[in-house]
């Protein structure tokens, strides 16, 4: 009996060390990044066409970043230096049933070097600075599939086995985490990552890698896909990719500063101002017992500067009301802060929803003021039209209907001092500019719904723009004779 024991117990150690040697062998970081080559490879150089979205412009709040067709993109990238280059040639889809203003070429020259990134002219003789435009940029050269493997090995990264490979995850800099699927051909296949936004919080940005080739030397993905914010912001298909060229990209010894956040204001008629100072303009209105605010744009530390500044001009009264035009990012990127201020936000009903869901995510990469207060939103939400009734300053908003360029916009108007207020639908010529010979179809709609409302203007504070107008140079936009509008 205790031989037959003996001799199965013998049985079974031959059966595991027999396991044992035909184990599968554990795929490292190491592995993977020895297989691409990367300590060999410096920087890459990749070219190709596709589509490019621009995130944070869409249409309605249900709907995903516009498109452009990319009729020509180049990517360069110096991973020793963490700086990068992407020139792009690209034209706006006009989407079916949408009318736009007829496509143009644009051409876009994208730089980031450090913690500076820039964009230059076509011509290449202006550079100026894009401080918003950094962690994006910088998330891309990592989200590269050599970048990747550099980074992880230079930040400590960490594996865990998939059915196909393993999954690799590092964090930078304390708060940028990375999480990357490597397969069993030590292919990076997909990065995840991410970035701060102010209006989304803690955005996640996914890049998608398919179908490697033989580059001359380099396995590359012949497709680059990528999300960002739940949608599409590229889709490149790779023509060419090259390793190590000379890619030296050095930040320009005469970069124009952004200018640090700066509100004038002009006084359009008494207890009315008009807050300029940058690319987005708000307006303050004193009401009889607190302020309204027209447009909260860009980022918090616009608004921070924009309520000073109404304090300022406006003394020992609250912010009651927020008016906002639309929810592309660059009109709605400082309506948290309006929040946390405790204002009421005014908007098209079908906005609602939407910044109640993306208010609700987190902001942990930089934390805002509401993110520390968590105050819940108020809202005046309003279908087509709503009055603030005041005695100084009564403020009617009226839904802008059938104009192409969102389909959740308003406009203010100041019927005691006939002035309109808008965004996007027209902005304003320098003086003495030459009028445009083609018609911007925005325009010419905003003044459809201004004659369909009956509106009495005499004044328009465009949130963009230089200066404030009248109701003729919108007119002489629109291509509309002055004896026929007078008329």
Same mark, same amino acid.
């Given at each position: 009996?205790?031989k037959?024991?003996?001799? !199965?117990?013998?049985s079974?150690?031959?059966?595991?060390?027999?396991?044992?040697?035909?184990?599968?062998?554990?795929?490292?970081?190491?592995?993977?990044?020895?297989?691409?080559?990367?300590?060999?490879?410096?920087?890459? *150089?990749?070219?190709?066409?596709?589509?490019?979205?621009?995130?944070?412009?869409?249409?309605?709040?249900?709907?995903?970043?516009?498109?452009?067709?990319?009729?020509?993109?180049? #990517?360069?990238?110096?991973?020793? !230096?963490?700086?990068?280059?992407?020139?792009?040639?690209?034209?706006?889809?006009? *989407?079916?049933?949408?009318?736009?203003?007829?496509?143009?070429?644009?051409?876009?020259?994208?730089?980031?070097?450090?913690?500076?990134?820039?964009?230059?002219?076509?011509?290449?003789n202006?550079?100026?600075e894009?401080?918003?435009?950094?962690?994006?940029?910088?998330?891309?050269?990592?989200?590269?599939?050599?970048?990747?493997?550099?980074?992880?090995?230079?930040?400590?990264?960490?594996?865990?086995?998939?059915?196909?490979?393993?999954?690799?995850?590092?964090?930078? #800099?304390? %708060?940028y985490?990375?999480? #990357?699927?490597?397969?069993?051909?030590?292919?990076?296949?997909?990065?995840?990552?991410?970035?701060?936004?102010?209006? /989304?919080?803690?955005?996640?940005?996914?890049t998608?890698?398919?179908?490697? %080739?033989?580059?001359?030397?380099?396995? =590359?993905?012949?497709?680059?896909?990528?999300?960002?914010? #739940?949608?599409?912001?590229?889709d490149?298909?790779?023509?060419?990719?090259?390793?190590?060229?000379?890619?030296?990209? @050095?930040?320009?010894?005469?970069?124009?500063?952004?200018?640090?956040?700066?509100?004038?204001?002009?006084?359009?008629?008494?207890?009315?101002? &008009?807050?300029?100072?940058?690319?987005?303009?708000? /307006?303050?209105?004193?009401?009889?017992?607190?302020?309204?605010?027209?447009?909260?744009?860009?980022? *918090?530390?616009?608004?921070?500067?924009?309520?000073?500044?109404?304090?300022?001009?406006?003394?020992?009264?609250?912010?009651?009301? /927020?008016?906002?035009?639309?929810?592309? =990012?660059?009109?709605?990127g400082?309506?948290?802060?309006?929040?946390?201020?405790?204002?009421?936000?005014?908007?098209?009903k079908?906005?609602?929803?939407?910044?109640? @869901?993306?208010?609700?995510?987190?902001?942990?990469?930089?934390?805002?003021?509401?993110?520390?207060?968590k105050?819940?939103?108020?809202?005046?939400?309003? !279908?087509?039209?709503?009055?603030?009734?005041? *005695?100084?300053?009564?403020?009617?908003?009226?839904?802008?209907?059938?104009?192409?360029?969102?389909?959740?916009f308003?406009?203010? &108007?100041?019927?005691?001092?006939?002035?309109?207020?808008?965004?996007?639908? &027209?902005?304003?010529?320098?003086a003495?500019a030459?009028?445009?010979?083609?018609?911007?179809?925005?325009?010419?709609?905003? &003044?459809?719904?201004?004659?369909?409302?009956?509106?009495?203007?005499?004044?328009?504070?465009?949130?963009?723009?230089?200066?404030?107008?009248?109701?003729?140079?919108?007119?002489?936009?629109?291509?509309?004779?002055?004896?026929?509008a007078?008329?």
């Amino acid at each position: 009996m205790r031989k037959s024991i003996h001799k !199965t117990i013998a049985s079974l150690s031959i059966a595991f060390a027999a396991a044992g040697s035909c184990a599968v062998h554990a795929q490292t970081l190491q592995e993977a990044a020895d297989a691409a080559g990367v300590s060999k490879i410096k920087s890459v *150089e990749f070219s190709g066409t596709g589509r490019w979205y621009q995130f944070g412009q869409a249409p309605n709040p249900e709907s995903a970043w516009p498109p452009f067709d990319v009729k020509s993109y180049t #990517g360069d990238i110096n991973y020793d !230096t963490a700086s990068a280059r992407v020139q792009s040639t690209r034209f706006q889809v006009v *989407e079916p049933g949408r009318f736009r203003p007829a496509p143009v070429e644009q051409r876009n020259d994208q730089f980031v070097s450090g913690n500076t990134a820039w964009n230059e002219s076509t011509s290449g003789n202006a550079a100026t600075e894009q401080p918003a435009a950094v962690e994006e940029r910088v998330a891309e050269i990592w989200s590269t599939p050599h970048g990747f493997l550099k980074a992880a090995l230079a930040n400590n990264g960490t594996s865990k086995p998939l059915n196909d490979g393993i999954e690799v995850s590092f964090t930078v #800099g304390g %708060k940028y985490r990375y999480v #990357g699927n490597v397969n069993a051909k030590n292919q990076v296949t997909q990065i995840s990552t991410w970035i701060d936004n102010p209006v /989304l919080g803690d955005t996640l940005v996914e890049t998608k890698f398919i179908d490697y %080739k033989d580059f001359g030397g380099i396995q =590359f993905p012949s497709q680059i896909v990528r999300n960002q914010g #739940g949608h599409p912001v590229l889709d490149i298909n790779v023509a060419t990719a090259k390793a190590n060229q000379n890619i030296e990209i @050095k930040v320009p010894q005469d970069l124009a500063k952004a200018p640090a956040v700066n509100v004038a204001s002009e006084k359009i008629s008494e207890g009315v101002f &008009y807050l300029t100072g940058g690319t987005h303009h708000s /307006l303050a209105i004193d009401q009889t017992d607190h302020i309204t605010i027209v447009e909260a744009p860009l980022n *918090e530390e616009r608004s921070l500067a924009v309520i000073a500044k109404a304090k300022e001009l406006i003394p020992n009264k609250p912010i009651k009301y /927020l008016i906002n035009t639309h929810a592309h =990012f660059d009109h709605a990127g400082g309506l948290r802060t309006f929040v946390d201020e405790g204002a009421s936000i005014v908007t098209l009903k079908a906005n609602k929803p939407y910044y109640e @869901k993306v208010w609700a995510t987190a902001h942990s990469i930089h934390p805002d003021r509401l993110e520390a207060s968590k105050k819940a939103p108020n809202f005046v939400a309003l !279908t087509d039209k709503c009055l603030l009734a005041d *005695e100084k300053h009564p403020i009617e908003i009226h839904s802008i209907a059938n104009n192409g360029h969102n389909d959740a916009f308003v406009l203010a &108007y100041l019927p005691n001092d006939k002035v309109l207020i808008e965004a996007d639908a &027209y902005t304003p010529l320098a003086a003495n500019a030459p009028v445009p010979t083609s018609l911007n179809p925005y325009a010419a709609n905003l &003044y459809e719904n201004v004659q369909k409302l009956n509106l009495n203007v005499e004044k328009i504070a465009a949130l963009h723009g230089p200066r404030l107008v009248g109701l003729t140079d919108l007119q002489a936009y629109i291509g509309i004779p002055q004896q026929v509008a007078a008329k």
